[in-house]
């Protein structure tokens, strides 16, 4: 059992130990895949790159002054969350269960995550809320790995959100929490690299056609703001009709250039200006 701890006792904790982690979390992941990427942009692979526009240093000013606004505000719904765990109001998962019970738990939340994320993405993109919540967002249409976190203060409390929701109703394993905060943020990034990372079979396999890859993602940040809402999956916009109709001809195209040139086909061009703006 998790012993009591004071409110102050757990903000103490959670400065000294949960900021430096959700800190490092985020400037390691984005800061390797950037460095991978500026490494793969001098090689053939450089003709993957999605969109013919590379992000600015305007962008990654930007992004980051953002992204740290996100941690201070994942810091301040961690503080209740830590709070809760230790006097009795959260029921900690408790660390000695079977490797089989925690990837099937680790299963479990991905799954609601992608759930979570497709909907409250899809909300944000109503007129109603996008402005105040998703614009900013947007603003990388040309996205790269500090595009990660880089989010409004009220979409960064819609994300953080996510965590105590599930605790309350699933009691979780910490070292599944763990693993999903660390797979969660890798994903991340990849999903904003700007550059395919994914083999060229990706989407021909069914094992593994229904993980996006990194152009859905792109595809949506490019103007495409009526499709591609899912995160962890396709399976989402599949069902609700909101999968980019060119995600598929795009992919293929991207992981299939010539390197030597790295450009899309007229006829390319010409069907995504086409679909941008569905």
């Not at 490494?39 to 969109?51: E, F, G, N, V």
């Not at 859905?216 to 899912?230: E, W």
């Not at 299939?256 to 007229?266: E, M």
Request: proline share 5%; net charge positive.
């Amino acid at each position: 059992m998790i012993a009591p701890k004071s409110l102050i006792d757990v903000i103490v904790d959670d400065v000294r130990f949960y900021l430096p982690y959700e800190l490092g979390r985020y400037f390691i992941a984005a800061g390797v895949l950037a460095a991978i990427l500026w490494l793969l942009k001098r090689t053939r692979l450089k003709s993957r790159q999605i969109q013919p526009r590379t992000a600015s240093l305007a962008d990654f000013r930007r992004e980051v002054a953002a992204s740290l606004l996100t941690i201070f505000i994942y810091l301040l719904v961690a503080i209740p969350i830590d709070w809760s765990e230790h006097n009795g109001l959260l029921v900690y998962g408790g660390d000695t269960h079977p490797l089989a019970y925690s990837l099937m738990m680790f299963g479990l939340i991905v799954l609601g995550h992608d759930a979570y994320f497709y909907w409250t993405h899809r909300a944000m993109h109503t007129r109603l809320l996008f402005r105040t919540f998703h614009l900013h967002h947007h603003r990388s249409t040309t996205p790269t790995p500090w595009t990660a976190y880089s989010f409004a203060a009220p979409e960064a409390v819609v994300n953080a959100l996510f965590f105590p929701l599930w605790l309350i109703f699933v009691p979780t394993p910490g070292i599944v929490t763990f693993s999903f905060l660390t797979v969660q943020i890798i994903r991340n990034v990849i999903a904003h690299a700007g550059l395919e990372l994914h083999p060229r079979w990706w989407l021909s396999t069914p094992l593994t056609s229904w993980i996006s890859a990194t152009t859905h993602h792109d595809l949506h940040h490019s103007g495409s703001f009526g499709h591609n809402y899912g995160f962890w999956f396709t399976f989402w916009d599949r069902m609700m009709g909101t999968e980019h109709p060119l995600y598929r001809e795009t992919f293929a195209r991207v992981t299939a250039r010539d390197a030597t040139t790295g450009s899309p086909t007229t006829e390319s061009q010409r069907l995504l200006t086409r679909t941008s703006g569905l």
